[in-house]
């Protein structure tokens, strides 16, 4: 059974820094496109970077380029998000998603990330 089970996010002032971590089961990374998305409350669900299964080449929107930075660990079977310089609009829920090699969709229960003085 495919799960992706997120952790690392909590509150942290403006400019302060955070990493979440994504952990897969029952599914292969090296054969997956993983991202990140982000929902703020009363907003729709942003893709904020992916990573693509074959040559783990990132992307990012533009909002966060320069400050997140997306990895991979295949042995462990983890992807990471590092944040920094988090600003108040970064607040949202945090959601790992993996679409298999099989085109089927998975997605994470989420992790709370607050950004505020």
């Known amino acids: 059974q495919v799960r992706l089970v997120e952790s690392g996010g909590g509150f942290v002032q403006p400019g302060g820094s955070l990493t979440l971590s994504c952990e897969g089961f029952g599914f292969t990374f090296s054969t997956s496109i993983v991202a990140w998305y982000r929902q703020a409350p009363g907003k729709e669900r942003e893709l904020v970077a992916s990573i693509s299964n074959a040559d783990g080449l990132t992307n990012y929107i533009g909002s966060v380029k320069g400050r997140f930075t997306l990895w991979r660990d295949l042995a462990m079977g983890m992807v990471y998000l590092r944040m920094n310089n988090l600003k108040p609009e970064d607040s949202a829920e945090y959601y790992c998603?993996?679409?298999?090699?099989?085109?089927?969709?998975?997605w994470g229960k989420g992790t709370l990330v607050t950004v505020s003085s």
């Open positions: 998603n993996a679409v298999t090699e099989k085109g089927m969709d998975h």
